[in-house]
């Protein structure tokens, strides 16, 4: 369905959205509850986290046309070219060249950070992940130092985001937050735009799938 003229378009969906918002609050409540030592929670959170990320790699392969890695990883080329006009071009459909590789190197921090934690062991050897038993107690003191450089990285990456979400919100004027939220943004006079569609069906079979996957790695493939 195209949409013309006035108006707003959608173009995000709500698996995007949902990830998204599910991801940042997670990843917070990682942060805090691994500093308060609250391992429990903290081993739940991160298995949360790496369902959200599995789907998102899903989703990135057969959802909805912006959730698609093939419509937002560009070549160097266009990257290049949008850095250079980024300012003065008008509002696009789901990320930009330069946002797309961002999200991509903050999803491969994400995995980094998760998969280290599933193999991590703390100093004592009291508190592990699942998958700790298949390799050595130094292996997994290195996998739980992994795990802390990935966070920091993280850290670091989200900073980014945010200071580019500001930039475009502040001093070019494009809302990048509320069709995060909405899943809609405005049209320019005369736009026409396909509305982004996306398979309900697919979305949750792809999940199960994944959640199945998960629960197995949380009991460390021993079920």
């Given at each position: 369905?195209?949409?013309?003229?006035?108006?707003?378009?959608?173009?995000?969906?709500?698996?995007?959205?949902?990830?998204?918002?599910?991801?940042?609050?997670?990843?917070?409540?990682?942060?805090?509850?691994?500093?308060?030592?609250?391992?429990?929670?903290?081993?739940?959170?991160?298995?949360?986290v790496l369902t959200l990320l599995l789907f998102r790699l899903f989703w990135g392969l057969v959802g909805s046309r912006t959730a698609?890695?093939?419509?937002?990883?560009?070549?160097?080329?266009?990257?290049?070219?949008?850095?250079?006009?980024?300012?003065?071009?008008?509002?696009?459909?789901?990320?930009?060249?330069?946002?797309?590789?961002?999200?991509?190197?903050?999803?491969?921090?994400?995995?980094?950070?998760v998969g280290a934690g599933l193999f991590a062991v703390d100093v004592d050897g009291l508190e592990s992940g699942p998958l700790a038993?298949?390799?050595?107690?130094?292996?997994?003191?290195?996998?739980?130092?992994?795990?802390?450089?990935?966070?920091?990285?993280?850290?670091?990456?989200?900073?980014?985001?945010?200071?580019?979400?500001?930039?475009?919100?502040?001093?070019?004027?494009?809302?990048?937050?509320?069709?995060?939220?909405?899943?809609?943004?405005?049209?320019?006079?005369?736009?026409?735009?396909?509305?982004?569609?996306?398979?309900?069906?697919?979305?949750?079979?792809?999940?199960?799938?994944?959640?199945?996957?998960?629960?197995?790695?949380?009991?460390?493939?021993?079920?």
């Amino acid at each position: 369905m195209t949409e013309v003229a006035t108006g707003k378009v959608r173009v995000w969906d709500v698996p995007v959205r949902l990830f998204h918002w599910s991801l940042l609050g997670l990843f917070c409540f990682s942060w805090w509850s691994g500093e308060n030592h609250e391992m429990d929670w903290h081993r739940q959170s991160g298995l949360l986290v790496l369902t959200l990320l599995l789907f998102r790699l899903f989703w990135g392969l057969v959802g909805s046309r912006t959730a698609r890695f093939a419509q937002f990883l560009k070549g160097p080329r266009e990257v290049i070219a949008y850095v250079r006009k980024a300012g003065d071009e008008h509002a696009t459909d789901g990320h930009n060249p330069l946002g797309g590789w961002s999200v991509a190197a903050l999803l491969l921090v994400l995995l980094t950070l998760v998969g280290a934690g599933l193999f991590a062991v703390d100093v004592d050897g009291l508190e592990s992940g699942p998958l700790a038993d298949y390799i050595s107690f130094d292996a997994g003191r290195q996998a739980s130092e992994i795990h802390e450089i990935a966070f920091k990285l993280a850290l670091g990456l989200v900073g980014l985001h945010v200071c580019a979400i500001g930039y475009y919100q502040f001093l070019v004027g494009r809302d990048l937050v509320s069709p995060m939220i909405t899943g809609k943004r405005e049209l320019a006079p005369g736009e026409s735009v396909d509305g982004v569609r996306w398979s309900p069906l697919r979305a949750l079979i792809g999940l199960a799938v994944i959640a199945a996957l998960v629960w197995a790695v949380s009991k460390g493939f021993r079920v």
